[in-house]
């Protein structure tokens, strides 16, 4: 085929090669309703990105608007730009490009490392060279597909398990981590909860210990580390208890935002609440970092105070 290298051309639906669809997880309902409807107000506003593999013209970037293309009335054809590319640098380009406008999600990633290193036969220092990325970034996406269980990336991929979390569960046997993950849902544990839950699991010299973190999580992490008490405190002054007071209703607060943020976020809010509670959450984000570097002051005045008694 005579098309050189960055030419745009129209290609019928039905000539890409969608092979590299696996390495992408599929859009939600609204995304793709809102690709139909652009490209029926607008059409293609910029090209598909292509590579040639042997005959076949294989789709690297632009599978929400094939996809969509499909579904569009009128439209049975895309632009499409050449780039030249083996599999290996054109699943890199994949990350690469993904990486320009927004990025891609975790476990897409995770693909497209597994695929360079356990398909392609590329050393993990080789994979993380191409992509641009440590060796340790690409260690830790070769781990989230292999040492994973099959529920939890099940629920990863569906997008009911954040990445934080995942990389939490990833720390666990794979016999744990569903029950790991059920423990936190029905708690509704935080990151820092869950962490902290992980840890006493990993530390646990028996089954029934495991089995108490499990079934009493935030019991578990007080006795660890103490927490401080909603009631009053004798060891401390009246300054003190009403300190502690107020720390036990922020941090509860706290809990159930990092929670919904987790796991619920901008789905179950409508169209018309989004730029009403921006300012609010903006405010949050603002007050929220300003509060932890005061309070990590503070504990570093605390530590050192307890040095200069010693």
Known sequence: MDWRRGEVRELALDEFDQRFGRYRLQVDGPTR??????????????????????????LIDGFKRHDAARETKGIDCLGARLIEADEA????????????????????????????????????????????????????????????????????????????????????????????????????????????M???????????????????????LRQAAGEVARGYDPRLSVAGNRIARRLAILLDQLSRMEN???????????????????????RLARDAAGVSQLAEELIAGFRCERTDSQ
């Open 33 to 58: 309703q809102a690709m139909i409807a652009s490209l029926r107000r607008f059409g293609q506003l910029s090209p598909v990105v292509v590579c040639q593999l042997g005959s076949s013209v294989v």
């Open 89 to 196: 640098s054109a699943k890199a380009a994949m990350y690469g490009l993904n990486c320009l406008v927004c990025r891609m999600h975790e476990l897409e990633e995770a693909w497209i490392v597994y695929a360079l290193v356990r398909e392609d036969g590329l050393t993990q220092a080789q994979a993380a060279q191409l992509l641009g990325r440590h060796k340790s970034w690409t260690c830790r996406r070769l781990a989230m597909l292999e040492k994973l269980s099959e529920e939890v990336r099940s629920d990863l991929a569906l997008g009911l398990v954040s990445a934080s979390v995942a990389r939490q569960l990833v720390r666990l046997p794979a016999g744990n981590q569903a029950e790991a993950l059920a423990t936190m849902r029905r708690d509704g544990l935080m990151a820092a909860q869950l962490r902290g």
């Open 198 to 220: 992980v840890d006493l699991i990993l530390a646990a010299k028996s089954r029934e210990q495991v089995e108490f973190v499990l079934e009493k999580p935030l019991q578990a």
């Open 260 to 282: 919904w943020l987790l796991h619920e976020g901008r789905a179950e809010l409508s169209a018309c609440d989004r730029p009403i509670l921006t300012p609010g959450f903006a």
